[in-house]
């Protein structure tokens, strides 16, 4: 039977080997160029087309004639190939959702203990430090004074502040340190 007759008087059945050939070399480029046409992406397209065909394949599909093979698997890969976007849109958003998604953490009773802990040990460390290290640090670090003011304030210069500073954050380190306790 020629191509001619099969189209007008024969149906054609996917599962068979033969006749899925016919389908195959009758629609597959009409279906490729349907899909590439919506994808815009050649692998995709392809993969598409040949999953259409293997499902009139597998669900055992008679066709009257090629026509309406082409009908039928024109209508699969355009579906297919819509979905297909849709999905990788889908994907798009959910990664770009990932990407760019508030990292903060809300905290847990655990780490909410660890800090009160250091903070503790913080203060405790201070604590320690002599009459005169500790008025300086306090007023630089919790005040906000600059060196300037705080000289003004304690009556002495300017350079003995900052020797200060330094030798009670020194001194802080040192305690610290003791017990393990590390601030960022």
């Known amino acids: 039977m020629t191509e001619n007759q099969k189209e007008t ?9 033969g006749d899925f050939k016919t389908i195959y070399d009758g629609t597959m480029q009409i279906l490729y160029k349907v899909s590439y046409r ?16 293997i499902k009139a394949n597998e669900k055992g599909l008679v066709f009257p004639s090629i026509n309406d093979a082409k009908y039928w698997l024109i209508r699969v890969v355009k579906n297919a190939s819509l979905n297909y976007i849709k999905r990788k849109q889908r994907e798009k958003k959910a990664y770009e959702k990932a990407l760019y998604e508030d990292r903060r953490t809300t905290p847990s009773g655990e780490t909410d203990l ?13 604590n320690k430090l002599p ?4 008025e300086v640090l ?16 304690l009556g002495i210069t300017e ?6 500073v330094f030798r009670a954050r020194e001194k802080l380190l040192t305690f610290l340190e003791e017990d393990n306790v590390y601030l960022s």
């Open 38 to 53: 919506i994808v815009n992406d050649e692998e995709a397209a392809e993969d598409l087309a040949h999953d259409s065909l």
């Open 114 to 126: 660890l800090k009160a802990e250091t903070m503790n040990t913080a203060r405790e460390a201070l």
């Open 138 to 153: 306090v007023l630089h670090e919790y005040a906000g004074l600059n060196y300037k003011e705080i000289g003004k304030v």
């Open 131 to 134: 009459k005169h290290l500790k």
């Open 9 to 17: 008087v024969g149906s054609l059945n996917a599962s068979h080997p």
């Open 159 to 164: 350079g003995n502040v900052k020797v200060r």
